[in-house]
C-alpha cells in the first residue's frame, strides 16, 4: 500500500509564498502521475495540478497557472507544489495523490491518497 505526506502548510500573509512537499513512502510500477488537489471550506476538492512520476512533464488546471508550479526531479524525488503570490482564496487543504494514469486531472484516477496539510492565507 503506497503511502503519501504532504508537509509545509501553515499561515502566511497574502502575497507570500510557499512550497509543499509529498513524499510516497514506496515506488510502484503502476504510479504515473503524481498530483495535488484542494478542498477550501464548503467546496468541493479541485485539480491543481500533477507531475509525471519521472518528472518531465507536468500538468495544470487552467485556473492555477501562472502562480503554481509542480516540480518532482526524477522518480526518487518528493513532489513540489511551489505557490507564489498567496491570496485569500487560495487557503485550503492541500491533498498530494498518486494515479495509475497517465496525464491524470480528474480525481477519480487517484487512487492512494495523503491526509492533506492547511494552507492559511490571511489578507
Known amino acids: 500500500q503506497v503511502q503519501l505526506v504532504e508537509y509545509g502548510g501553515g499561515l502566511v500573509q497574502a502575497g507570500a509564498s510557499l512550497r509543499l512537499s509529498c513524499t510516497l513512502s514506496?515506488?510502484?510500477?503502476?504510479?504515473?502521475?503524481v498530483g495535488w488537489f484542494r478542498q477550501a471550506p464548503g467546496k468541493e476538492r479541485e485539480f491543481v495540478g500533477a507531475?509525471?512520476?519521472?518528472?518531465?512533464?507536468?500538468y495544470y488546471s487552467d485556473s492555477m497557472k501562472g502562480r503554481f508550479t509542480i516540480s518532482r526531479n526524477n522518480a526518487n524525488s518528493p513532489t513540489y507544489l511551489q505557490m507564489n503570490d498567496l491570496k485569500s482564496e487560495d487557503t485550503a487543504v492541500y491533498y498530494c495523490?498518486?494515479?495509475?494514469?497517465?496525464?491524470?486531472?480528474?480525481?477519480?484516477?487517484?487512487?492512494?491518497w495523503g491526509q492533506g496539510t492547511q494552507v492559511t492565507v490571511s489578507s
Open positions: 507531475s509525471s512520476w519521472h518528472g518531465f512533464r507536468s
Open positions: 495523490a498518486a494515479a495509475r494514469a497517465p496525464a491524470a486531472k480528474d480525481e477519480s484516477a487517484y487512487f492512494y
Open positions: 514506496q515506488r510502484s510500477d503502476y504510479i504515473y502521475t
